[in-house]
């Protein structure tokens, strides 16, 4: 076999060699481009049904919560804040859940822990899962069950910052806007005071509550 034969025989096994491997590495490709999707549609396969099984939880709670708040039957409220902490194992970061317990706890007394709930429901991570007006609503709840723990009489910055948010967010939200001129004329900012009672009424014609706080302010 002269040179030249011999040099067309190692090309052409280089050439099979060369297209053998590129099968090989399009095969692998293949293969994995398949099993990624199937490996993720699994990881959310699974997490629709923590989710589904964490609203389900979430439900009970909330029927449990209801139940307690028109029968004054405080084990109901136990049990709503159990299931809660059920959905919250399942889905951490559904604020939803958090505002559950923190309202289950609040019927039971518990204001400090309550406060503690709904802090973590309006955390950057889970304050997400909630719509504008329904961040509005846990706002004012928030400044609510402060001023439950702290009063009136000692409020702070945190309280305003709340209900001054809240208002923001959600314009009809007239409790807020009530509370808000509350807090106002303990800080002795009447002119604030006037404004917020007066959004109040925009609102909700009918709010005694500040038709005569402003017949107070306008004396």
């Known amino acids: 076999m002269d040179f030249s034969e011999r040099e067309r025989r190692i090309k052409f096994i280089a050439d099979i060699l060369i297209q053998a491997v590129t099968a090989i590495i399009v095969l692998g490709i293949f293969v994995l481009l398949y099993k990624l999707p199937q490996y993720y549609i699994s990881k959310l396969r699974s997490r629709n049904k923590s ?37 919250i194992a399942l889905d951490p970061y559904d604020a939803a859940s958090h505002i559950l317990k923190s309202m289950a706890l609040d019927l039971l007394g518990f204001k400090t822990a309550a406060i503690e709930a709904i802090d973590v429901a309006l955390s950057p991570l889970a304050v997400k899962s909630l719509e504008t007006e329904e961040r509005a609503d846990a706002l004012l709840k928030r400044a609510e069950l402060r001023i439950g723990v702290s009063g009136k009489e000692r409020l702070d910055d945190s309280v305003m910052q709340d209900l001054v948010e809240s208002v923001k967010l959600k314009k009809e939200n007239w409790k807020a806007f009530v509370l808000l001129g509350e807090c106002y004329e303990k800080k002795e900012m009447k002119d604030e005071a006037v404004e917020a009672y007066e959004s109040a009424i925009r609102v909700e014609p009918e709010c005694k509550v500040a038709v005569k706080a402003l017949d107070r302010l306008r004396d």
Do not use: T
């Open 51 to 87: 989710n589904v099984e964490a609203r389900r939880h979430f439900v009970a709670g909330a029927q449990l919560l209801a139940k307690s708040r028109s029968s004054k039957d405080l084990s109901a409220a136990k049990l709503a804040v159990d299931e809660a902490d059920k959905s």
